[in-house]
């Protein structure tokens, strides 16, 4: 089986892996393909790259989703049986939709949506990220349009933010200080700073950009908005986490080979499968190639550099380029080591697959297909 099986074969495609490893390209180069095979697809990511949008033929990512036009697949010379879609997540939007839903009233949303420490934890709050594009991949799953939905995570500095992230939320709004504020609170009737009291001045602290003037008054209003909506939000964070375990789900590692790379990719992979999801593909992105040894001696590399370049120092030149490419070759064989070492680890139970590092960034459709074209191999 390869990653094109995996394709075909599920609904939702996660990538997964730590900083800069090429996340984004593999998930855009995933959703191509599936889109020449004649699929619904959607791309869904998180980042804002205007690379990513370029490499689609976009003039930008939007929260909103764009089509790849049909005409730039027939330009690059692939097939457009199916369709492609782009969309950028909007953390704070996707909060605003949630709390929309579970608000009892209609009064209640307005003052929470309203509320300036709410906006504050929409934004910023640890962990709201990742849990919200878990919450956006769960509402557009159930949309019947898409035959596939790829999703893009976010550079999280550790990569297994996302797989507790519906947990970890709920227990950011269900933390002792905010079940102490809400007591306090409610005990209290009307509130003062003597009655908040030194226990919460750790919380006062760390939301200490909004002193002023009725800052206890948007504390409180936060609190009891959340309060409001918290049983709400626990049944949707319980069953977001479930569809992650759904069949349909796969996620596939993404890697560089850079040794510390791997070993978080191997840990996470770890993870996976100890929080009941699975680990469909690992693929190795960036792997250098073994390049051969040039033809001739020096001299005569030295005769023809002169030739075709008479301007140049042909002599430094060459003893340049040799040592260019003896650390690439260096480089070539290090990979391949670890590549094999991954291979080894990861066993018969995933799809393991490696995309060499091209000559280039990958910037448009072309490159992606060419990536594409490692992937699915
Ligand atoms: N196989 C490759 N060969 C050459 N360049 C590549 C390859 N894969 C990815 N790149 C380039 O490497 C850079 C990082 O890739 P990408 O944005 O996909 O990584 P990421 O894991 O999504 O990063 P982040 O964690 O920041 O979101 C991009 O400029 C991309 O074009
Ligand atoms: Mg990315």
């Known amino acids: ?216 008054e948007q504390v409180a209003e936060f609190v009891t908005g959340i309060n409001d909506l918290f049983g709400g939000f626990r049944d949707r964070a319980a069953e977001v986490s479930g569809a992650l375990r759904s069949p349909e789900v796969a996620f596939v590692v993404v890697t560089s080979p850079a040794p510390l790379a791997i070993q978080e990719a191997l840990f996470f992979s770890e993870r996976l499968r100890e929080a009941g999801m699975r680990r469909d593909a690992v693929v190795l992105n960036g792997v250098h190639a073994l390049l051969p040894e040039p033809q001739g001696t020096t001299a005569e590399l030295e005769a023809e550099l002169r030739r075709v370049e008479p301007g140049l120092d042909a002599a430094r030149a060459i003893d340049r380029m040799r040592r260019a490419l003896e650390d690439e070759r260096l480089r070539g064989v290090a990979d391949r080591i670890e590549a094999d070492v991954l291979r080894s680890k990861v066993g018969a139970d995933a799809v393991f697959v490696q995309v060499p590092a091209l000559e280039e960034d990958v910037h448009d459709l072309r490159a992606l297909a060419r990536v594409a074209g490692f992937l699915v191999a």
């Open 1 to 216: 089986m390869g990653l094109a099986e995996v394709l075909a074969t599920h609904r939702v495609v996660v990538t997964v892996g730590s900083g800069g490893v090429g996340k984004t390209t593999t998930a855009a180069a995933l959703a191509l393909h599936a889109a020449s095979q004649g699929r619904k697809v959607l791309c869904l990511t998180i980042d804002p790259a205007r690379r990513l949008a370029n490499s689609l033929g976009l003039d930008e990512m939007t929260v909103d989703e764009q089509r790849v036009p049909a005409e730039l697949f027939e330009r690059h010379g692939l097939r457009a049986d199916g369709e492609l879609y782009a969309m950028m997540l909007d953390t704070k939007r996707t909060f605003d939709a949630l709390v929309a839903q579970y608000a009892s009233s209609p009064e209640v949303r307005d003052r929470i949506l309203g509320n300036r420490i709410y906006s504050y934890v929409a934004g910023s709050l640890a962990g709201t990220q990742e849990y919200m594009a878990m919450e956006k991949l769960h509402a557009v799953r159930q949309n019947p349009r898409w035959d596939l939905i790829v999703l893009d995570t976010p550079p999280t500095s550790n990569a297994l933010d996302f797989l507790d992230a519906p947990e970890r939320l709920v227990d950011a709004i269900d933390s002792p200080a905010i079940r102490w504020f809400l007591q306090a609170f409610e005990g209290a009737g009307k509130m003062s700073f003597s009655l908040v009291g030194k226990g919460a001045a750790f919380l006062l602290r760390s939301l200490g950009k909004f002193t002023g003037t009725g800052f206890l």
